[in-house]
């Protein structure tokens, strides 16, 4: 199996899990807390991957490996505050859409830092899953009525979530792009495990000195169940995506995991009856076929 078919690979299975893990995760935020999901989910991934990772840790002290992983963490710590307190306010079907707005920033940053290359055929690609962004990104309204009270003078109605959700997406593309260069300087696993773990701590030192241990443990006991397939899920879908980007173009293989929004939107729709208008639906067909097709263009 050659770089690219591998990558492929992992790519549509990071694509998968990310769309059913994010699912489950806003059902958790909305059982037990942002935080608290967010150290479940570190937590989870750091113990699971430690045994696989004992080999890579003298790698992580050459050169400027720590301070690259170091970073990774303080980053993944804003990212995931943002983009969980979105979950929590805001329609999964929008939310998971918009997060796509990190494409454009990812693909930059491995042309510029990675030197990659993409032709003619795979930018209209790229240009089409943005458009496909944009139309679900506002409120339910008639199009030209999201247009006409953008340049009217109504106050313009961010569905909520949106603006929580636009923050998140500029750390993600950062985290994505430094997933990237860890898993190629260190391994995949230590590029999902080293930030995960470092943040649990993070997050156990902050958690326990605001509400305390035992009301942690308390409140997620009843929850045990789906707090553990959501973080299992979700840490599958990292380490997948960390062996797409470690073997593959940061520029091709994040346009292709974008499709992870369009199974999340729909699950959205699907059992948390979340509604929709047909703009948004075709802004999801967009960004599936554009997914679909770039898969095939790339090489």
Known sequence: ????????????????FWGLGDFLIQKTIRKIGNL?????????AGLGLAPFILKDLPAIFIGTNIWSLIIMTIVGLFY??????????????????????????????????????????????????????????????TWWGKVSEFFGKKKFVWEKGVLLALAAVVFSALYSFLTAVNSRNISALMAVWFPWMLGSLFLLIYIA?????????????????????????????????????GRGKLSVVTPIIAGYAVIA?????????????????LGATLVLLGVVIISFISD
């Open 80 to 141: 995931s505050i943002f983009l969980f307190k979105a979950y929590g306010e805001g329609k999964l079907a929008v939310v998971e859409v918009l997060m796509i707005g990190e494409l454009p920033f990812t693909v930059i940053l491995g042309l510029i830092f990675f030197h990659e290359k993409i032709n003619s055929e795979q930018v209209l690609i790229i240009m089409l899953i943005l458009l496909g962004t944009l139309l679900i990104s506002k409120s339910r309204k």
């Open 36 to 44: 608290q999901t967010l150290l479940w989910i570190n937590l989870v």
């Open 209 to 245: 000195s605001q509400k305390g241990l035992k009301l942690f443990w308390r409140t997620s006991f009843n929850h045990r169940g789906l707090i553990l397939l959501a973080a299992i899920i979700d840490t599958a879908a990292w380490v997948f995506y960390a062996l797409a980007v």
């Open 1 to 16: 199996m050659s770089d690219f078919q591998f990558s492929l690979v992992c790519a549509f299975l990071a694509m998968t």
């Open 265 to 281: 939107m729909f699950l959205g729709i699907r059992f948390n009856k979340e509604r929709i208008s047909r703009w948004q639906y």
